[in-house]
C-alpha cells in the first residue's frame, strides 16, 4: 500500500463512515473500479491483507473524531451512567440515556463478533457491494417515503406514547431534566424497546454496502425522531460500536499484518479524522432541514453504475 491510496481511503473512509452510503461498501468497490495496484492492494476479503490492519486505524480514527465532535454529550452521558450506578437509579437524562446506548449496543456487538469475518470474507466483493449499495439506496428512500407519509405530530405522540410505557421504572428523563442534554433532550426520552431496535439494524451494516448510520436513522425517523434528532442518536450509537470495532481488532495493526504498512496508517487515520471530523459537522447542520433523499438517490446511481461496469468488465 502506497501513500496515494492511503489518504484516499482514509478520506473516504471518513466521509462515508458518517454519510449514509456505506463506508464499508466503499472500501470494497472503489479499488475494484480503479483496477490494477488499487484492486491487488487494497482487498478486504483477503483473510491475510494489510488492508485490513488499515481499516482498523481509519476505524479508531473516525470514533475518535466522533468523540471529539460530541464531546460535551459524552461528558455528560458518562456523568449520567456513573450516578446511575452509584445511586442505583435511572432519573435523569443523562442516566437514561447512557443505559439506552448501552442496550442498543449489544445487537449489533454480538452479531458483530459471530459474523462480522463471515459476512466480510464471503460478501466482502465488488459485486455484492455493489447490489447492498443500490438495497441502500432503496432503504433510505423507503424511510422518507413512509415518513411524509405520516403526520409528523403523530409520529412524536407514538414517541410520548411508548416513553410513557417505560417511565414507571425509569423516569421521564424530559420531565425531570428538561435542560441536562439540550437538543438530545428528545433522544433520552426514546422507549427502550425502540432505541434497542434501532441499535438491532445497525447489524445490516455487516454487509457491505449498507450503511450504519443510514439503516439506523431511518430506524429512529420511524420512531418518531426528527432527521436531526435520528442523525444525532446514529452518531452517538455508533461511536462505541466503531471505537469497540477497531480496538478488537488493533493487534493485527501491530502485528504481521500491519508491520510494513505503519506510516500508510498514520497518513490514513489522520486523513480520516479530519474528514470524519467535517463530516459530522456538515451534517449536523444539513439534517436540522433536509432529508435522506440525495443519499438515496447517490446509493442507488452509485451501485447500479458500479454494478453495469463490474458485470461489463468482469
Known amino acids: 500500500m502506497n501513500y496515494l491510496e492511503a489518504i484516499v481511503m482514509g478520506a473516504i473512509q471518513g466521509i462515508t463512515e458518517l454519510f449514509p452510503v ?31 490492519a488499515f481499516i482498523v486505524g481509519l476505524h479508531v480514527a473516525t470514533a475518535l473524531a466522533l468523540l471529539v465532535f460530541f464531546r ?18 435511572i432519573r435523569t437524562a443523562p442516566e437514561r440515556l447512557a443505559w439506552l ?37 432503496l432503504i433510505l428512500g423507503g424511510g422518507e417515503l413512509l415518513r411524509r407519509r405520516r403526520d409528523p405530530a403523530v409520529d412524536r405522540a407514538a414517541a410520548l406514547n411508548g416513553r410513557s410505557a417505560d417511565a414507571a421504572v425509569l423516569g421521564t428523563a424530559a420531565a425531570q431534566d428538561p435542560d441536562a442534554l439540550g437538543d438530545d433532550t428528545a433522544l433520552a426520552d426514546v422507549p427502550r424497546w425502540r432505541a434497542v431496535a434501532i441499535g438491532a439494524v445497525q447489524t445490516l451494516a455487516l454487509l457491505p454496502g449498507i450503511s450504519r448510520s443510514g439503516v439506523s436513522m431511518v430506524a429512529g425517523m420511524a420512531v418518531g425522531l426528527s432527521h436531526r434528532e435520528a442523525a444525532r442518536f446514529s452518531f452517538l450509537l455508533a461511536t462505541p460500536v466503531i471505537l469497540a470495532a477497531g480496538l478488537l481488532k488493533l493487534p493485527d495493526l501491530f502485528g504481521p499484518l500491519g508491520a510494513s504498512i505503519h506510516g500508510q496508517v498514520l497518513a490514513g487515520s489522520a486523513t480520516a479524522f479530519v474528514a470524519a471530523l467535517l463530516a459530522v459537522a456538515f451534517l449536523d447542520r444539513y439534517f436540522r432541514t433536509r432529508t435522506l433523499i440525495p443519499f438515496a438517490v447517490y446509493s442507488l446511481l452509485a451501485g447500479a453504475a458500479s454494478l453495469g461496469w463490474l458485470l461489463l468488465h468482469g
Request: glycine share 10%; hydrophobic share 50%; proline share 7%.
Open 22 to 52: 456505506s463506508s464499508l461498501g466503499h472500501a470494497v468497490l472503489i479499488p475494484a473500479l480503479l483496477g490494477g495496484q488499487w484492486s491487488r492492494d487494497l482487498s478486504v476479503s483477503a483473510p491475510e491483507s494489510p488492508y485490513l
Open 101 to 137: 446506548l448501552i442496550l442498543a449496543t449489544i445487537p449489533v456487538g454480538v452479531t458483530g463478533l459471530l459474523l462480522e469475518h463471515t459476512f466480510r470474507t464471503v460478501l466482502g466483493k465488488p459485486v455484492p457491494a455493489a447490489i447492498f449499495l443500490i438495497v441502500n439506496g
Open 72 to 89: 460535551r454529550d459524552w461528558a455528560r452521558i458518562i456523568r449520567g451512567f456513573f450516578s446511575s450506578v452509584r445511586y442505583r437509579r
